[in-house]
């Protein structure tokens, strides 16, 4: 382990592609925007709390594309790079990154 950095229970910390850290508050949110039509900021805040630093990294990154102010209920969108990054065969892809557990 390099000094300095933070380790995990499991491992070494992921990563970061194109500025992303798998799993992350923003992969999250970037895997999430890829619903159909996107999510509008009310839907993001109810899903992950407070998020409004990660949603302005993301846009200075050009992953998203936020509406202007003063337009609530206007869906935010994920850029064409940030479709390309979450892609099913992508680097950023939800099979590729999360782990996930069935429930029993």
Same mark, same amino acid.
């Given at each position: ?5 933070? !380790?995990?229970?499991? %491992?070494?910390?992921? $990563?970061? *592609? ?6 992350? #508050? @923003? ?6 925007? !890829?619903?159909?039509? %996107?999510?509008?900021? $009310?839907? *993001? ?6 998020? #409004? @630093? ?25 850029? @064409? ?14 099979r590729k990154t999360l782990n996930t557990y069935c429930q029993l």
């Amino acid at each position: 382990m390099k000094a300095g950095r933070p !380790r995990s229970a499991l %491992g070494e910390r992921p $990563e970061a *592609i194109e500025g992303i850290t798998p799993g992350s #508050s @923003a992969h999250q949110i970037l895997l999430d925007l !890829r619903a159909p039509g %996107g999510m509008t900021a $009310e839907q *993001i805040k109810n899903r992950f709390g407070d998020v #409004s @630093a990660t949603l302005y990294r993301l846009s200075q990154k050009q992953m998203i594309v936020m509406p202007p102010i003063g337009t609530k209920g206007t869906y935010i969108k994920p850029t @064409a790079k940030a479709l390309e990054l979450t892609s099913p065969d992508a680097p950023l892809c939800r099979r590729k990154t999360l782990n996930t557990y069935c429930q029993l």
